[in-house]
C-alpha cells in the first residue's frame, strides 16, 4: 500500500496570496507559514505527479 501524509509545516497565513512557490520539508517547524492557495497547489502537485512514498511531507 502507498501513501504520503501532507499537511502545513506550521500554521496557515489565512490572509495570504498565492506566493506561487512552496517548499517540501520531511519535519515541520511551527513559525513557518503558508497561504491557503500555495498548499493547494503543492497538493495538486503531489496527487497529479507523485513525488514521495510512504512519508509524511512538511509544506512550507
Known amino acids: 500500500m502507498d501513501w ?3 499537511s502545513p509545516s506550521g ?8 506566493g506561487g512557490r512552496y517548499a ?3 519535519h515541520g517547524d511551527l513559525t513557518d507559514r503558508i ?3 500555495d498548499f493547494a497547489i503543492a497538493l ?3 496527487a497529479t505527479a ?3 512514498h510512504r512519508t ?3 509544506v512550507t
Open 35 to 37: 497561504s491557503y492557495p
Open 4 to 6: 504520503v501524509y501532507v
Open 11 to 18: 500554521d496557515f497565513d489565512h490572509d495570504g496570496a498565492r
Open 56 to 58: 509524511h511531507l512538511a
Open 24 to 26: 517540501i520539508r520531511p
Open 44 to 46: 495538486l502537485d503531489e
Open 50 to 52: 507523485p513525488r514521495h
